[in-house]
């Protein structure tokens, strides 16, 4: 079953403007992951914020979490076309090592 | 330094044939696994292995999927008998360890198995 719910499921934009990616989650985390996947390929890790983080920020990236209401979220700033791709959370780790994902974000950023 | 890799990258095979995946994870890693893509259900954990051992085999599912791990590197993901709900982006990661501060895991590029 899908811990992590992404929304919205595709998401268009002009490049320059920002993206925001909410994720929501069911059970306890240890952390939480944003990955990128370009064309159903390999996922390139992108930010890890643990469970007592608030706000963690990763160049033009800026996550939030908030655990009481079990959701986080992830901020391209500036975004550019080369960002055009599907981005997932996924919770996990710790005892708790391995990750389960939701179903993705598509963003399209257009030149 | 080198990412996790895995071959084949594409692999069409016939309905009843066995197949080998393999992949290599980043040097130095204890922690594997192996997860897969489909259309249907998304990304999904099959197992997990810490050094040659395999703790959690729950995601794996079937009998006729295995998988080893040998001098605690390369891994091998095995489907018999193959069936065409088996066509799907087979992905493996690693991390240094699991649990802790250092589980964040490296994915490689996967392989795209179809089965016709």
């Known amino acids: 079953s899908q811990q992590g719910e992404e929304d919205p499921q595709a998401l268009s934009i002009q490049e320059g403007e920002n993206a925001t990616m909410n994720c929501s989650y069911k059970?306890?985390?240890?952390?939480l992951q944003w990955y990128r996947q370009n064309s159903g390929r390999g996922l390139v890790h992108l930010i890890l914020?643990?469970?007592?983080?608030r706000e963690k920020h990763s160049g033009r990236l800026r996550v939030t979490l908030d655990t009481s209401k079990k959701s986080s979220s992830l901020l391209i700033t500036a975004s550019r076309a080369a960002d055009t791709a599907s981005y997932f959370c996924?919770?996990?780790?710790?005892?708790?090592?391995?990750?389960?994902f939701g179903k993705g974000t598509l963003l399209t950023v257009n030149p | 330094g080198a990412g996790v890799s895995q071959s084949p990258s594409n692999k069409v095979t016939e309905k009843g044939k066995d197949v080998e995946l393999r992949c290599d994870p980043i040097?130095?890693?204890?922690?594997l696994y192996w997860y897969r893509q489909s259309l249907g259900q998304g990304l999904e954990f099959l197992i997990y292995?810490?050094?040659?051992?395999?703790?959690?085999k729950s995601g794996l599912p079937s009998d006729r999927f295995s998988a080893e791990r040998t001098g605690g590197s390369v891994s091998t993901l095995t489907i018999q008998r193959t069936q065409q709900e088996d066509s799907a982006v087979y992905l493996c990661?690693?991390?240094?360890?699991?649990?802790?501060?250092?589980?964040?895991?490296?994915f490689g590029p996967g392989t795209r198995l179809t089965v016709l």
């Open positions: 990661a690693s991390s240094l360890a699991a649990g802790g501060a250092a589980d964040t895991q490296y």
């Open positions: 059970t306890s985390i240890n952390n």
């Open positions: 914020i643990r469970s007592n983080e």
């Open positions: 996924a919770t996990g780790g710790g005892s708790n090592y391995k990750l389960t």
């Open positions: 040097s130095g890693h204890t922690a």
């Open positions: 292995f810490q050094g040659n051992s395999a703790p959690d």
